[in-house]
């Protein structure tokens, strides 16, 4: 199975504030690499597929990047309705894997 | 407006047998694939398989395998997650998700997701 590795598990951010999340493959997944926001009692929630493309709905504060094994997902300016979960998910490989999330948390 | 619509909370026994549901609507059931997944605190989002409505046909990850069964009803545009013996490991929230795939290769992200069923299985 392809590990998803994300970092930090969480972090602790001001609203304004720019928000980097990364997420690595034990193996290239090329860029077949998506990003979802989680809140509380919540499903998931897409927001940037195949690596770099906007979700339709989501905000253009959000941006993801990268391909391989090393990906990025940006927060340029952060929201109060962002503070949430981010999971990294990968659909190169069978079985689909996620990362274990990154908690953004309120500073 | 795309949604998935899945049934409500349930509190089994070790042993017991359970079938939970999906219900789709606002596109056609028959064209897209249906993935189901588990989230638990310590494992995080598992990914345990998808079915095409549109045939049946199922594939289901390793880690599930022979452990659960999906089933979709085109008629009422439902899918089905189903144990025939629960276990206390199988305490989780399940989620459907909606996946499109290409020729059957599914590359696609999870679109829209159903808002859970937390399954809790206790003596």
């Known amino acids: 199975d392809i590990q998803m590795t994300q970092s930090p598990s969480s972090l602790s951010a001001s609203v304004g504030d720019r928000v980097t999340i990364t997420c690595r493959a034990s193996q290239s997944v090329s860029n077949f690499l998506h990003w979802y926001q989680q809140k509380p009692g919540k499903a998931p929630n897409l927001l940037i597929y195949a690596a770099s493309n906007l979700q339709s709905g989501v905000p253009s504060r959000f941006n993801g990047s990268g391909s391989g094994t090393d990906f990025t997902l940006t927060i340029s300016s952060l929201q109060p309705e962002d503070f949430a979960t981010y999971f990294c998910?990968?659909?190169?490989?069978?079985?689909?894997?996620f990362g274990q999330g990154t908690k953004v948390e309120i500073k | 407006e795309v949604r998935l619509v899945q049934s409500g909370a349930e509190v089994k026994k070790p042993g017991e047998s359970l079938k939970i549901s999906c219900k789709a609507s606002g596109y056609s059931f028959s064209f897209y694939w249906i993935a189901w997944l588990r989230q638990t605190p310590g494992k995080g989002l598992e990914w345990m398989g998808i079915i095409y409505p549109g045939d049946s046909e199922t594939r289901y990850s390793p880690s599930f395998q022979g452990q659960v069964t999906f089933s979709a009803d085109k008629s009422s545009g439902t899918a089905y997650l189903q144990w025939s013996s629960l276990q206390a490991s199988d305490t989780a929230m399940y989620y459907c998700?909606?996946?499109?795939?290409?020729?059957?290769?599914?590359?696609?992200?999870?679109?829209?997701w159903g808002q859970g069923t937390p399954v809790t299985v206790s003596s």
């Open positions: 998910q990968q659909s190169s490989n069978t079985p689909r894997t």
């Open positions: 998700a909606r996946q499109y795939c290409s020729t059957g290769i599914c590359y696609n992200p999870f679109d829209y």
